[in-house]
Structure formats: structure tokens, C-alpha cells
């Protein structure tokens, strides 16, 4: 259809699994949606035009389970792997830019591919706001992911005092923001071998390659080698189907 636009999404691969863990993932869910059905009699900020406008293609990651453990005061230039005893694995990929924070990872990742062109914001929730612990600052990010396709990775800076980190089950982890009108359907997929490549490729480019070009530079490369096309091409052989 012409005025709705297919998100085709899947798990990603990260760091601990090498088996498989669908149950720790669910559909995006519509931030309006729960708005709307969530409001208490006279509520009307569902209803506020410019709210609707904002919320209209704004989308949550959620987490499935309980996940909650305590760091027990390790030292974190000692924290290379794991961080305590999460149920589903925390990591320190590299150093952070926010003096007196460290940087970590979650093992979620997704794997998100746009019919057409659109660009994609992740961002903190905010409705309400909620981090992994306090002070914890959500690691933003944006790119068109009709033309560019890599894992998307849950990553925050968290202070040096925490002692406690917690994930409920059904807690929003990250807001999806679509900079389009048109309206957003979801589809999942099967990330086969070809697509685990294709992903891994694009997302080390800069190693690879050697350079950090700019997105619109990767573009026109991926452009130029036909990524859309392959990319798309793999995803519709590998869809969930009912």
C-alpha cells in the first residue's frame, strides 16, 4: 500500500547467545496505543493534536522478563566481559565520553529493514522517562534503515556509584521514532546466515574499510552495490508467516 510503509524486524546477534532466545522479544509497541488505552475518564492529552502528531509513529522496545542483579563494588576497569549476574548479559564494549560513568551494553539487539527509505531515531522513553538505574544516560542514535542495514544495540553510560541495576518485565528500553506520515506496519523475519553477513558487513565498514564515512556516503555505496535489493530480497524469503 502506498501510504503505509512495512518495518520488517528480527532479534539480532550479539554477544552470549549462540542459540535461540525469540523469547526474550515482542513486537514494537505503539506509544499512542497504550496511551490512549491507558488513560484515566478526562484524560485528553491522547487526544492533543500536536501529542498525536509527535506519538503518531513512535514505537517501544520492551523487555519480556525480569532483570535485576547488583554489581557488588567490582572494579569496573576489571569488568572486560560481564558485568554481575544478569539473566540475559551486560557488557562494557568500550570507554565512555561522561567522566565518572562507564559504558554498557545490553544483549538485545534487532535487526530492523524499511520497504522504503525512512529514517529511524532511537532514543530514551519518555513517556515516562525511565533509565536502568539512576542517572543512567541512554546511547542515542539515527539512520535510514530503508537504505543502511545494521544491528540496532541497547547501550547506556551509567554512573561509577551504581550498585544496582533493574529491568522489569514489560519496562520500555528504547523508544522508535519514524519520520514519516504514513502509517507503520510491523513484520518479522528470520535473520539467515546471507543477512547475518550482510549486517555485520555494514556495521564494521569502518574497520573493513578502513574509513568512517558519513552516512550519507554509506548510502550511496550501499546504493551503488545493491544492499536495498539484496537486503530486501533475503528478508521476504525469511518471513514469519501464521
Known sequence: ??????????????NSFSLSSDLLYSEPASILDKLLKNKLPGAGIGMCPATRGLLSNTFALQSNIDDEFELNNTAF??????????????????ETSFPGHINVTYDMSWLLFASEPVEMKLISPYFPAKGICDGSLFSPGSFDIGRWYRQINLDWHIPESTERISIKEDQELAYLEFKTDKKIRFQRYV??????????????SHIKYGKRWAMNKKYDLAKKSGIRELVLSEIKKNLVVE
Open 77 to 94: 576497569s576489571e569488568l572486560n566481559t560481564s558485568l554481575g549476574e544478569s539473566k540475559i548479559f551486560f557488557s562494557q564494549p568500550r
Open 191 to 204: 535473520v539467515s546466515p546471507r543477512l547475518s553477513a550482510i549486517a555485520d558487513e555494514l556495521s564494521k
Open 1 to 14: 500500500m502506498a501510504d503505509e510503509i512495512t518495518i520488517y524486524w528480527a532479534p539480532g546477534s550479539f
